[in-house]
């Protein structure tokens, strides 16, 4: 790798902040080079010594410039193992999520959702339990017979990594439960590291980094610090880390444990598990608010960090009713603290091109630390968003990072405008292709119209077909993907699958290639074939067509059932507008027509239509299989609920419909299997008596008659 900072003979003293900044950025990119060459690939280009000596000067920089340790800081992640050396755990139940409230007007909304959920009057008492949220890493520790058998990390929710040998070194974990326990019961909670001894921890390693020391690292906060500590192959390193523990929920249980959020709060803290002082039990919106902003005031004071706090719904039975969307309980919701800001200023600004020809203009910024983390990019959207905010390049910024979030650019700070700065003009070509870039009407963005001629566009949409939630192929990064398709090697998703056999007959093979060996072309080989049969609804996602998301993928792949059902169908939507195919697609529930029009547009084009043939010579396409048990009575049948619902919510009811493996549809057509009518249906009612046998139309009775519940 080339060093484009030229600063790497300078003594770190000598260093000016900006040289280290810049220092810092070419190590944490050549470092992690050269960590995926040793580790993923088994094929490292430099010598054991050369490597320490790269990580070394990245060690002495960071120990001098603390505040300019970047969130992908080399010292962050070299030494913890590669992500395989942990056996992987399947958690007995996903670990969740929590939704977001920013404000007040938030947190009356969740408030309001859960009553409204539940049927409850506008200002019935919701008990809740308010708490603290820890900034550390989650964890799930399953105990048997009341002895600690597995702890694992959260991962990505579904499986997490055994680190069963490091939870046991941390405080506030007991070995042995104190009481009665179920046979089996899973603790949730978080693992933190303490201000007070991070800081102490640091301090340490400084010095002996300064006394020439090897191996040691220093951390930018408190959570990655943690998260290092954890993930340690050797676990009595973590215990010399002094980690702690704070249980807030469960996992699988044999037996329930109590009724209560509170009470289970209460019996952690009997069995002998660390839990937070400060949670209380509280009943209106105005009380929670008024929590929230009592631990903001403590927030600096507490010795550990905490990023917001936690609302649950203290009834457990009336968690269970509210169930969860999208990997987060509908009865629980975290208050996050105002967003953290910091300034710095912009060195340039970068014309991205995605996958659909949409132009994102991203900020290079002068490395700054925001809250914790360093940050050297942020997004601008679009051009009329670079031009309300009148971002110069030069002009320093005010940033806000708000937890996870990507960091915002708020806006410059005019007084530190130099003289010579002018407006940034949106460019209206792509910087790519150089194809017109254009506005549709009322649209924000640019789009280059290069299409299938522009090549970001091409290799954006590889990356996206490779990507986790597509076809998941391991083995791919960008940089690769851009090679291929720069020599040919791979023009179109299917070229993949016929990679391996071609490489056989090629006079360059893949192995003999810069930055590949035998190891990982066979490793990238064995990854594809892994994939020669998808799910339907990874198929659909995989395609890229605008719009179409993870959830209207599977949407659609649970309305149609096959490919051939859903290709039938854009087919039969294209030819006839106001026909039935077209009505049963913008029919189904979160489909409206704009959705409903990209997608027809996308199977319209002859060129998508050979991609996706060319595809399916190569890889079966899985019918949508429901994991919803095959017995419900309701399995596949379209629902229309009206009128309004005495025992339970339309939202509830509709939940549970779906949970059933039913459709939940808008209007009343031939197709509808059932109607559940309410008090004052008004024009569907009607409609289902004109369309529908009377055996399909019930009332709210029947309907519970008919799920059996
Ligand atoms: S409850 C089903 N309570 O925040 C709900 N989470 O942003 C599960 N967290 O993954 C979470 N403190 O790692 C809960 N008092 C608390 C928490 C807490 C920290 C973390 C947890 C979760 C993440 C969601």
């Known amino acids: 790798m080339t060093d484009k900072t030229g600063t790497e003979h300078i003594p770190v003293d000598s260093l000016t902040l900006e040289q280290a900044a810049l220092e810092l950025e070419r190590l944490a990119s050549e470092i992690a080079h050269h960590n995926a060459l040793y580790y993923q690939k088994d094929a490292p280009e430099i010598s054991d010594a050369t490597y320490d000596s790269l990580f070394r000067r990245n060690q002495q920089i960071e120990a001098k410039f603390p505040e300019l340790i970047r969130e992908d800081s080399p010292s962050l992640q070299v030494g913890s193992a590669p992500s395989s050396a942990f056996a992987k755990v399947t958690h007995a139940r996903p670990m969740l999520s929590l939704a977001n409230a920013f404000d007040e007007a938030d947190v009356r909304d969740f408030v309001g959702r859960v009553r409204r959920f539940l049927g409850l009057a506008a200002d019935a008492p919701v008990a809740m339990v308010a708490e603290p949220k820890i900034d550390g890493l989650s964890a799930s520790l399953r105990y048997e017979k009341g002895r600690f058998v597995q702890g694992a990390t959260r991962g990505d929710g579904a499986v997490g990594e055994d680190i069963t040998a490091n939870l046991r070194t941390v405080s506030g974990i007991p070995e042995r439960l104190t009481g009665d326990a179920p046979d089996v019961l899973e603790v949730r909670g978080e693992v933190y590291m303490r201000k007070d001894e991070f800081l102490a921890m640091n301090e340490a390693a400084r010095a002996r980094i300064e006394q ?134 912009i060195l340039d600004i970068e014309i991205q091109v995605g996958r659909t020809g949409a132009l994102t203009p991203v900020a290079n910024l002068e490395p700054v630390n925001v809250g914790g983390v360093m940050v050297s990019r942020a997004t601008l959207h679009n051009e009329d968003e670079i031009a309300r905010k009148d971002v110069r390049v030069g002009d320093t910024v005010i940033l806000q990072r708000a937890g996870d979030v990507i960091p915002q650019i708020l806006g410059p700070v005019l007084e530190q405008r130099p003289a010579d700065s002018a407006p940034f003009i949106f460019p209206d070509k792509c910087p790519a292709c150089g194809s017109d870039a254009v506005r549709g009407e009322g649209e924000a963005v640019r789009r280059c119209v290069g299409g299938l001629t522009c090549p970001a566009q091409a290799v954006e949409r590889l990356r996206h077909f490779v990507s986790r939630d597509a076809f998941d192929i391991e083995g791919l990064g960008e940089k690769s993907i851009q090679a291929f398709f720069e020599d040919g090697t791979v023009k179109s998703p299917a070229d993949l699958f016929t990679l391996q056999s071609r490489d056989g007959q090629s006079l360059t093979p893949l192995r003999n290639r810069e930055g590949w060996g035998k190891l990982s072309a066979d490793k990238l080989f064995a990854a594809i074939e892994q994939r020669r049969s998808v799910p339907l609804e990874r198929f659909i996602y995989a395609l890229g067509i605008r719009q179409i998301g993870q959830a209207t993928a599977k949407l659609l792949a649970r309305h149609y059932g096959s490919l051939d059902a859903l290709t039938d169908a854009l087919k039969d939507a294209a030819a006839n ?65 009206t009128g309004t619902l005495t025992r339970v919510t339309r939202d509830e009811a509709k939940a549970r419909a779906e949970a059933l493996g039913a459709k939940v549809a808008g209007s009343v057509s031939k197709k509808t299997d059932y109607v559940v009518i309410g008090a004052d249906a008004g024009s569907k009612a009607k409609k289902a008596e004109e369309l529908l046998a009377p055996e399909q139309i019930l009332d709210e009775d029947g309907w519970f008659d008919l799920i059996g519940a």
């Open 212 to 345: 020439g020391e090897k191996g040691e690292k220093i951390f930018a906060n408190p959570r990655n610090a943690a998260a290092g500590s954890l993930r340690q192959l050797d676990s009595t390193i973590t215990a010399k880390r002094k980690l702690h523990f704070f249980g807030y929920g469960w996992g699988e249980l044999s037996d329930p444990v109590s009724e209560t959020q509170s009470g289970f709060m209460e019996r952690l803290k009997g069995w002998g598990f660390g839990t937070n002082p400060l949670w209380k039990t509280l009943d209106s919106a105005d009380a929670l608010i008024a929590y929230h902003a009592e631990i903001a005031a403590q927030r600096s004071g507490l010795p550990y960090d905490i990023d917001g706090v936690v609302y649950k719904v203290d009834s457990i039975a009336l968690q269970q009713r509210l169930g969860m969307v999208s990997r987060a309980p509908r009865w629980a919701i975290a208050h996050k603290f105002p967003a953290e800001q910091a300034q710095t200023r």
């Open 577 to 641: 507008p106001e026909g039935d195919a077209y009505r049963d697609l913008v029919n189904i529930d979160q489909i409206g027509p704009a959705v409903a029009k990209d997608l027809i547009a996308f199977f319209a084009e002859d060129h998508n239509r050979e991609t996706v043939g060319a595809l399916r010579d190569q890889v079966a396409v899985e019918d949508y299989v429901s994991r919803v048990a095959t017995d419900s009575p309701i399995m596949g049948k379209t629902v229309v609920f």
